[in-house]
């Protein structure tokens, strides 16, 4: 089936620092990818779509700044949190579409959990 | 936003028992799709029924679909303890908009 990456799975990073998490399709290439957050026990919550080359659509109540999304490729989505602070400590999940033969089915990356101190 | 339910919110069954669980939604959709996650994971495509269809299977999992009540459920028979995992149902409202609404999940744990 179609793979996703994420780097790094885990991350832990002082209050005010900025954090990139990268999203890789390995074996398509994903004409748009959406990040996705998870609290514990929770379940997931869509950030942003974006699509490659163009700027990424975020959900209400996402801010944009301090989530920066960008899709240079069409195999690559970074999500950078912005001075990031303990609120920010979550799960992080990206997912690509376009993988041939299941042009409608998002396949997720294992996921990316930041905490930050 | 979150649009799907899922019930029960938790289950724990016997290893070779079956496991049902429900999913409702409040909009109209396109398709709905079910994942795993086992603890701490990325997600696991399972299955995607379209809403013309009523029943799909693969392997020992059978997902139904019921457009007119909303709902959808998903039987994993003869359970085993690899099977412990939390499932998610996930619904896309039109065939041009791809974005996931996911439910809160049943968080099924089989013992051995």
Known sequence: GAVVSQHPSWVICKSGTSVKIECR???FQATTMFWYRQFPKQSLMLMATS??????????????DKFLINHA?????????????????SFYICSGLGAAGN????YFGPGTRLTVL | SQQGE?????????????????????????NLQWYRQNS????????????????KHSGRLRVTLDTSKKSSSLLITASRAADTASYFCATAPSSNDYKLSFGAG????VRA
Request: aromatic share 2%; hydrophobic share 25%; net charge negative.
């Open chain 1, 25 to 27: 399709s390995l074996d």
């Open chain 1, 51 to 64: 699509n490659e080359g163009s700027k990424a659509t975020y959900e209400q109540g996402v801010e944009k």
């Open chain 1, 73 to 89: 490729s069409l195999t690559l989505s970074t999500l950078t949190v912005t001075s990031a602070h303990p609120e920010d400590s």
């Open chain 1, 103 to 106: 042009t409608d089915t998002q």
């Open chain 2, 6 to 30: 899922e019930d029960p919110q938790a289950l724990s069954i016997q290893e070779g028992e079956n496991a049902t669980m429900n999913c409702s939604y409040k909009t109209s959709i396109n």
């Open chain 2, 40 to 55: 701490g994971r990325g997600l696991v495509h399972l299955i995607l029924i379209r809403s013309n269809e009523r029943e």
């Open chain 2, 106 to 109: 049943t968080t099924v744990t």
